[in-house]
């Protein structure tokens, strides 16, 4: 991790808030303290998520910046018990794929996929709902299944 740009406390105060309020998540801090606050960690229940998994509970990583009106952001899940990962990045790394795209790392092949991916909303509350959403409902059980 590590985006450029600022970060707007009240932007992570509202994203925490959305992370606490979302039954898979089971503990949510700031990293790496409430000081300085470079990105939020919600620790996973394992058993929350399709297919289960553990004993070690999953993490998600959510970083926030501004370039200057520019939102910049990392939202990333990591499975340490199976290797899998997976994230929506608002970054430069791929400028093809436009502003914002997905990518998920598949252990056995060794290989990261990417795609583009878009948000119809705006607010970055909104987007991290939209996120969530995404990766619980849709992409875990899609991408981790046998």
Request: proline residues 10%.
């Amino acid at each position: 991790m590590g985006l450029s740009g600022t970060i707007d406390s009240s932007v992570y105060e509202g994203l925490r808030d959305v992370l606490q309020r979302h039954p898979a998540i089971t503990s949510v801090a700031y990293e790496p303290d409430s000081i300085v606050k470079k990105f939020i960690q919600a620790q996973v229940d394992p058993n929350r998520v399709v297919p289960t998994t553990g004993p070690k509970p999953p993490t998600l990583d959510v970083e926030w910046r501004f370039v200057g009106d520019d939102p910049a952001f990392r939202v990333h899940y990591a499975d340490p018990n199976t290797g899998f990962n997976c994230g929506w990045h608002r970054d430069d790394d791929h400028p093809e794929l436009g502003a914002v795209h997905f990518q998920h790392y598949v252990p056995e092949l060794g290989e990261t996929n990417h795609e583009p991916a878009q948000f119809e909303k705006q607010i970055p509350t909104e987007i991290l709902w939209a996120i969530l959403d995404q990766l619980f409902q849709e992409r875990l059980p899609e991408l981790t299944m046998e």
